[in-house]
T-cell receptor, first 118, second 113 residues
């Protein structure tokens, strides 16, 4: 299957700082990428849909100024958690579809980033 | 929007036994149903998927069945092994590139040796 690389895998930061998470599709192009948030023992919650060359689409209740998304190329999307606070501590996961394939429903996930804000 | 219900939330089986996880969905327009396995601290891994024009799909010890009329689909794992222990998520989607997946709440499967 397609490979989605996500970095860093774990980050610890002080309250008030910003953290950037990168998501790369390694062997395919992804016009659209998705960012999820997951709390312990819970399901994945879609935060936003990242669109290459245009603004991201945020889910209801997700602050776009808090979670900045940039999708500058067909293989890279970044999520920046700005002015992080302890309540932003969570597991963040990106995902992407291979838009170059004829059958492209399959959604592949990165390995996730555990963010801990002190 | 779509609503995906998943049961059970936890499942414990003895090694070698079978495990079945069931999901229901609400949107009749959904036509793609993947299953993901998530190990602790890792991202979800696609293990099998099925489209609505197929009633059953099998890949070695894993199979998925779909009843489109009843709007439910199930994951079947046979000859379970301890390494099958993980959280399993079902999901539903309309299948377009721009579409979003709607996930179930997950099932913690524990396989005892």
């Amino acid at each position: 299957g397609a490979v989605v690389s996500q970095h860093p895998s774990r980050v610890i930061c002080k309250s008030g700082t910003s953290v950037k998470i990168e998501c790369r599709s390694l062997d395919f192009q992804a016009t659209t990428m998705f960012w999820y948030r997951q709390f312990p023992k819970q399901s994945l919650m879609l935060m936003a849909t990242s669109n290459e060359g245009s603004k991201a689409t945020y889910e209801q209740g997700v602050e776009k100024d808090k979670f900045l998304i940039n999708h500058a190329s067909l293989t890279l999307s970044t999520l920046t958690v700005t002015s992080a606070h302890p309540e932003d501590s969570s597991f963040y996961i990106c995902s992407a579809r291979d838009t170059g394939r004829a059958t492209n429903e399959k959604l592949f996930f990165g390995s996730g980033t555990q963010l801990s804000v002190l | 929007g779509e609503n995906v219900e998943q049961h059970p939330s936890t499942l414990s089986v003895q090694e070698g036994d079978s495990a079945v996880i069931k999901c229901t969905y609400s949107d009749s327009a959904s036509n793609y149903f993947p299953w993901y396995k998530q190990e602790l601290g890792k991202g979800p891994q696609l293990i099998i998927d099925i489209r609505s024009n197929v009633g059953e799909k099998k890949d070695q010890r894993i199979a998925v069945t779909l009843n489109k009329t009843a709007k439910h689909f199930s994951l079947h794992i046979t000859e379970t092994q301890p390494e099958d222990s993980a959280v399993y998520f079902c999901a539903a989607d309309r299948g377009s590139t721009l579409g979003r997946l709607y996930f179930g709440r997950g099932t913690q499967l524990t396989v005892w040796p």
